[in-house]
C-alpha cells in the first residue's frame, strides 16, 4: 500500500507562493505543500518526533477533535504518549515502521495498520527501523454517557476490513469502516472512502458531523459549501457542521481518503 506522506523541507524561492490554502468560516484546505519545515511542531515526552498539526478545536469553527501527521525517526518515539486521560484516539500508519505496546502487548505496525485508543489507554509507541515512520493521530476528548460503556481498544489493518459498496454506485464509492455504525459505545468514527474514477457524491451532503479528511492517494474535485476545490494525495480538508460537501473523482486512479467524524452523542446545550 501506499499513502502521501510529507516529507518537510521548504519550496525553492523559486516558486510562486500563490496556493490551493484557504481557511474560510465553513471550512478549511491544507495542501499537502504545506507540511513543510517551518510548520512542524514538538511534543512533550516525544524524541525525535516532529508533526504537523493538522486540525484542533477552534470556537465557532471545528471543536470535536484535533489531528496530527507525526513523522518519528528512527528510534524515537514516547513512553507517554498522551497527556490527557479523557483522550481517545485513532492511529493509522502511513509509512515506516511502528512498534506499539498497548496494555502490555506488543504490535509492529506497517503501512495500512489502523489502531483504536480507548480514554486512558496505557500504551508507549517507538519506531525500531532505520527509516522515519509516519503515521495519522486523531483525537477526541471521549464523550461518557451513563450506563454505557467505553469501548475498547484494538488493532487491526486495512486489508482486514472490507469495502461496502455505497447502494446504488456499482463500487465506484465504498467505505472500509473499522467500528460497527451500530456499535453505539463510539461517539468516532475513522474510515476509508475510496472512489473509482468517475465515482462521486451525487448530492451536497449537509449533516451535523465536523469531518477531517486526509487524502491518501488520487486527485478529485471536492465541493467545499459553495466552492469546488481541486485537491490531491497529501492534501488536508477539515469541516465545520453543516458545511455541504460533495466530489467527483476524475481519475486516473482510485481517490482514497481517511475520514474523521463525529457520531452517536446529543449535542451538547449551553
Given at each position: 500500500?501506499?499513502?502521501?506522506?510529507?516529507?518537510?523541507?521548504?519550496?525553492?524561492?523559486?516558486?510562486?507562493?500563490?496556493?490551493?490554502?484557504?481557511?474560510?468560516?465553513?471550512?478549511?484546505?491544507?495542501?499537502?505543500?504545506?507540511?513543510?519545515?517551518?510548520?512542524?511542531?514538538?511534543?512533550?515526552?516525544?524524541?525525535?518526533?516532529?508533526?504537523?498539526?493538522?486540525?484542533?478545536?477552534l470556537t465557532g469553527f471545528a471543536e470535536t477533535f484535533s489531528q496530527y501527521v507525526v513523522a518519528v525517526s528512527p528510534g524515537g518515539g514516547s513512553n507517554r504518549p498522551e497527556s490527557d486521560r479523557r483522550a481517545e484516539g485513532v492511529l493509522f500508519v502511513l509509512d515506516g515502521e511502528i512498534s506499539l505496546e498497548l496494555f502490555g502487548s506488543r504490535h509492529a505496525l506497517v503501512p495500512g495498520s489502523y489502531v483504536y485508543l480507548a480514554p486512558?489507554?496505557?500504551?508507549?509507541?517507538?519506531?525500531?527501523?532505520?527509516?522515519?515512520?509516519?503515521?495519522?493521530?486523531?483525537?477526541?476528548?471521549?464523550?461518557?454517557?451513563?450506563?454505557?460503556?467505553?469501548?475498547?481498544?484494538?488493532?487491526?489493518?486495512?486489508?482486514?476490513?472490507?469495502?461496502?459498496?455505497?447502494?446504488?454506485?456499482?463500487?465506484?464509492?465504498?467505505?472500509?469502516?473499522?467500528?460497527?455504525?451500530?456499535?453505539?459505545?463510539?461517539?468516532?468514527?475513522?474510515?476509508?472512502?475510496?472512489?473509482?474514477?468517475?465515482?462521486?457524491?451525487?448530492?451536497?451532503?449537509?449533516?451535523?458531523?465536523?469531518?477531517?479528511?486526509?487524502?491518501?492517494?488520487?486527485?478529485?474535485?471536492?465541493?467545499?459549501?459553495?466552492?469546488?476545490?481541486?485537491?490531491?494525495?497529501?492534501?488536508?480538508?477539515?469541516?465545520?457542521?453543516?458545511?455541504?460537501?460533495?466530489?467527483?473523482?476524475?481519475?486516473?486512479?482510485?481517490?482514497?481518503?481517511?475520514?474523521?467524524?463525529?457520531?452517536?452523542?446529543?449535542?451538547?446545550?449551553?
Open positions: 500500500m501506499s499513502y502521501h506522506v510529507p516529507r518537510g523541507g521548504l519550496p525553492p524561492q523559486t516558486v510562486l507562493t500563490t496556493d490551493r490554502a484557504v481557511f474560510t468560516e465553513a471550512y478549511a484546505v491544507l495542501p499537502g505543500r504545506t507540511m513543510s519545515d517551518i510548520t512542524a511542531s514538538l511534543l512533550p515526552h516525544w524524541d525525535a518526533t516532529r508533526l504537523w498539526v493538522l486540525a484542533r478545536p486512558g489507554a496505557s500504551w508507549t509507541i517507538r519506531n525500531p527501523s532505520a527509516a522515519t515512520a509516519t503515521f495519522q493521530w486523531i483525537r477526541k476528548a471521549y464523550q461518557v454517557v451513563e450506563g454505557i460503556e467505553a469501548p475498547t481498544s484494538f488493532v487491526t489493518h486495512e486489508r482486514e476490513v472490507d469495502a461496502v459498496e455505497m447502494p446504488g454506485t456499482n463500487g465506484a464509492w465504498a467505505t472500509q469502516r473499522f467500528v460497527d455504525p451500530a456499535e453505539i459505545r463510539h461517539d468516532m468514527h475513522v474510515n476509508i472512502v475510496t472512489f473509482q474514477p468517475g465515482g462521486a457524491i451525487t448530492f451536497p451532503e449537509t449533516h451535523v458531523m465536523e469531518h477531517g479528511i486526509y487524502v491518501l492517494e488520487g486527485k478529485a474535485v471536492y465541493l467545499l459549501n459553495t466552492d469546488w476545490v481541486e485537491v490531491q494525495a497529501g492534501d488536508f480538508l477539515w469541516l465545520r457542521a453543516f458545511c455541504p460537501q460533495a466530489c467527483y473523482a476524475g481519475g486516473p486512479g482510485p481517490f482514497r481518503y481517511l475520514l474523521y467524524k463525529d457520531v452517536n452523542r446529543h449535542a451538547d446545550l449551553w
